[in-house]
């Protein structure tokens, strides 16, 4: 068989055209990306997915991408990259897991849909005043966590839910004072079961355990030892208040009530954000004040945030990195 000679002038302008031929297919891809992807995409609703999606509504705000194909946005002459706008309606104030309730603040009623009925899905950890005990389902899930964490730190289940959403507070009750709060759903009201008859929680005891440990679990003591002056109200060791596990143990670590940790955030910005480290994961929060009928708020384009009012003048942006 004859040796095979090869052209290596025609093999060397073979690579050239090659390469011409990718660098022009890129350039048109890259042409195309930048035509389909202008400021026209959109994102919407109270949580941004990472899919962005291109439908309109009223809460809709375009964003662009900067030279680099980062999303961005510009406010108030202030460039953010990899944030976009949200637009929250002067409703949405009174809305969240942080809302502050009072008789001076009223708050927004939870929604059913998002409560269920504690009887249908509780554990053995704990027992019901009554049927018909409401709960919003990730505090209902919590409760749950805390009851059976509560039972295998002592050995006892003897709490009762003695109210949620509508608490008993006439003569002779456990539980003498109902919170404007209460009506979102995610609060407990707690009492003891007493050799067969329900007694009065005062926070102190082995069940003192609650007190000290539901942070752990998203709750916290709505009117803590301490801090009437804050609250305007005595230590409340039964009424317990669903925020969620991150704002808990910000609270627990720098013993902190509700009021004060409304006012602690608000010295916090979208540019400096408050940052905290918890279960591995890395946090930012932020306040945003309010503005007249729709507020601006500045968000991660990535998703992963959660928006909550305080219930007064504005709102806090709860982003996971």
Known sequence: MGKVHVNKGRVALALIGVVVSMTVVDSVRREFFRVNTSSKVTVHGDFISKSASAASDDNTVPFTLDENGQPTTEFNGVRFVGKTEQQLTADKISQGLLVLADAEHPVAEGSKSEMIDLLGCKNDSYTLIEEGIMLNTDAAEALNSL????????????????????????????????????????????????????????????????????????????????????????????????????????????????????????????????????????????????ESDTTTAIVPISGNYSISGNNTDGFIVTYKK
């Open 147 to 290: 009851m059976m964490g509560y039972e295998n730190a002592t050995g006892l289940n003897d709490f009762v839910v003695y109210g949620t959403t509508e608490t008993y507070t006439g003569q002779g009750s456990c539980c003498p004072k109902a919170f404007p709060e209460s009506v979102t759903g995610n609060t407990v009201d707690l009492a003891l079961n007493g050799c067969g008859s329900v007694i009065a929680f005062d926070g102190y005891d082995e069940e003192g355990w609650i007190v000290e440990n539901c942070a752990k679990y998203g709750f916290i003591v709505r009117y803590p030892q301490g801090k009437q002056e804050k609250t305007g109200q005595a230590f409340c060791p039964w009424h317990l208040r669903y925020v969620g596990k991150l704002h808990a143990a910000v609270m627990q670590r720098n013993d902190l009530c509700l009021e004060e940790y409304l006012e602690f955030l608000k010295s916090y910005t979208v540019d400096a954000p408050f940052e905290f480290s918890y279960e591995g994961a890395g946090y930012e929060i932020y306040y945003i004040p309010s």
